[in-house]
């Protein structure tokens, strides 16, 4: 049997990452964040997670093909605010691969605040490429280690419109809690 150690520098993660367990309406999904590479990302993804900000909230966007994002609005599609924006780490070498997470903005280079995604495929396009606004990029500051069979699965609930919103799906996908493993 072949063992693959997510948590190997050879993986391009230092051991000892602080791993998240994400339970959802359609099953659990572990993300190991990058604390060395991705340390104000981290930090700020870890005090939501343990204020419990997640919890309840939906995948309220889902693009097959690209991405799942959530960590902003609960099953009514009501905003929940997050705290103040950080700054963007998208330079910090990480790439917008399959299986990475990384933070959700505006079209202002440091919006971020608790919304999130994760890549379903390699998204070179969002990399940070220069300082420049529009191609600065998006901050990928962990991966997920285990459960991208769920992640697959949200990618292909359906989606329609709801409000001002495109891509929703029909049937919520909620993050049930969100807790840092010890």
Known sequence: MLCINHSSKEGGMAE????VSMTTSMGKIRIELDAERAPITTKNFLEYVSAGHYDGLIFHRVIPGFMIQGGGMDVQMNEKKGKTAIKNEAA???KNK???IAMARTNVVDSATSQFFINVKDNDFLNHRSAAPAEFGYAVF??????MEV??????????RKGHHDDVPETAVVIQSA???S
């Open 16 to 19: 000892n990452n602080p791993v």
């Open 92 to 94: 910090n070498g990480l």
């Open 98 to 100: 399959l299986g990475t």
């Open 142 to 147: 962990g991966q997920v280690i285990e459960g």
């Open 151 to 160: 992640v697959h699965g949200i990618e292909k609930v359906k989606t329609g």
């Open 179 to 181: 807790t840092l493993e």
